[in-house]
């Protein structure tokens, strides 16, 4: 993999490359402790679900390798007030809670074990949970280049890539792995305002690997469809509820809805950590607001008029009927998704 | 009107507000000559169907008042050559050319007059396609405000406002006619990318106006539409073919293939001037691709890396299938349009 790391574990640090500053700088952030994880998720320095839920475990084995105490109670319950202060950073990515969850039950599982043994096992814990993630999305690359057309024209949206993970990437794993079998004629990259994952991130990650790519605005994916020069979407997600309804990134609803119109099949790209079966449909997932400078301005350059009201959902749901396939690292899911999600996962 | 002049004949030049400029800053332009009028139209300091066609006719005012020609045959030969320069600033909008072909049928039309007399003649009708554009808006926003609830919570795309227009606006004519019936609960806003004609330009109309408005990216507009608080979309038009396609800012087919999914009224609001029963369908109508920097960059900071492919089609095409009416200032067009497109055009 040529691309920069997006999150490691150093012996005395957790280093990401900043996504702030990409694709004009590259600049990397080290992290010393949770306070400084907690920041760089909610400030977006890194983003994309997977890659906050590793971002999120390594914040809870910094927390636990800094710890002073030497009682299994007091230690518990400080990782779990500092559990509670990085599941705080944002509401709508479920791999946040479900990295923090296995993180916590490792602490719960291994109770009669020394302090300073849990902790070793905390961190080796974090940095599996990140390994595996790259080999989930190799795995979710694998399954998706199997469905795709010997000549595939494909629409994605944000950035599901190996920025978005520990690496390779949910979506473009697949592109990445389509790629490697001679099957990408070009990606379609939607901008994806307002953070512009799609321009800075996704646009940066084809072109560092020399995947043929065409960068367009979000409201050109239309134009494309119905010129007949796309035959497939495919997509990350940020959680995934029981009926296979899915929180991705904003404007995600809108290019399914153009998909379906189009006849073009879409496909949503992501590890089973981020499907989350208590929830029974998209309605009851938490969609996050976030501030409404990302829509006024670019970086110091003001766009819109003062005191004009602005929305910033950072979310939206794509009902499950215009879903194509979940495609996961144990294989793809089609409809009934209900059922078959539901298998995936217990099997 | 409390909007500044968006363009206005004056004694020896064409002042015309910077679009390019706004919100942050007013900034008056003054053409001198056809060229400056020219220049203003292809840089987009100008902008929006009605006002090219206002703005060319100027231009032309322009070249007929600076002519040295004393031969009638010369002078038209001047005349052509500068209008064939003007034409060839933007291809979609057809307003464009509707108004050149109006001032040059003038001079068709009153050969038997003196050069001087043609030239007054000439500047008269000018300032008459301004002044009448400001009537037709306000007669669209008469007939658009009738069709919509008395609780309307709206969305519009691009600017279709006083700006892209003599005054008043067409799309936001409607909008501006519906509250002062006090029918708009609230004015949704696409920031319209690349170019942002909605975040700069009617979001500031909305909020000079006191019309309450909610600035959105164009990507959640599905959204939006899919927590029911959307009863009604209106837009404007670059060009409206025999059968009821409809030619407008890139974006706009998105927008009405989520309105016909969630069963939302869609108008389009234009003059007759934007009808072009030359074009049997949308497919016959030119669609300008733009520079690349327009997506790459926001003034001077660049969101994209360098070497990603770019594509800006400035427009795409709506089905007429997805229109409910066409508000013309003659009244509401419905379908069948090809046959009431007609009988109102030629009535």
Known sequence: MPMVKTIEWLPDKV????????????????????????????????????????????????????????????????????????????????????????????????????????????????????????????????????????????????????LATAGYGTALGVIRAAHELGKIKMVYVDETRPYLQGSRLTAWEMTEENIPATLITDNMAGFFMSKDVINAVVVGADRIAANGDVANKIGTYMVAVLAKRHRIPFYVAAPLSTIDLTKANGGEIPIEERNQREVSHVKDIQLAPDNVGIANPAFDITPSELITAIITEKGAVFPPFTKNLARIVNE
């Open 15 to 162: 280093r990401i490359i900043d996504q702030i500053r990409l694709p004009t700088e590259k600049v990397f952030i080290d992290c010393y402790n949770h306070g400084d994880i907690a920041r760089i998720i909610r400030e977006m320095n890194i983003r994309g679900a997977p890659a906050i839920g590793v971002a999120a475990a390594m914040g809870i084995a910094l927390a636990a390798k800094a710890s002073a105490k030497t009682d299994y109670q007091e230690f518990l319950a400080e990782i779990e007030e500092i559990s509670d202060c990085l599941a705080a950073t944002r509401p709508t990515a479920v791999n946040l809670f479900w990295a923090l969850d296995k993180m916590k039950q490792y602490i719960l599982d291994n109770q009669a074990k020394p302090i300073a043994e849990i902790k070793k096992g905390l961190i080796a814990l974090a940095v599996q949970i990140h390994d595996e993630d790259i080999k989930a999305c190799q795995a979710m690359g694998r399954h998706g280049a199997e469905l795709l057309p010997d000549e595939t024209f494909i629409l994605t949206h944000c950035n599901a890539g190996a």
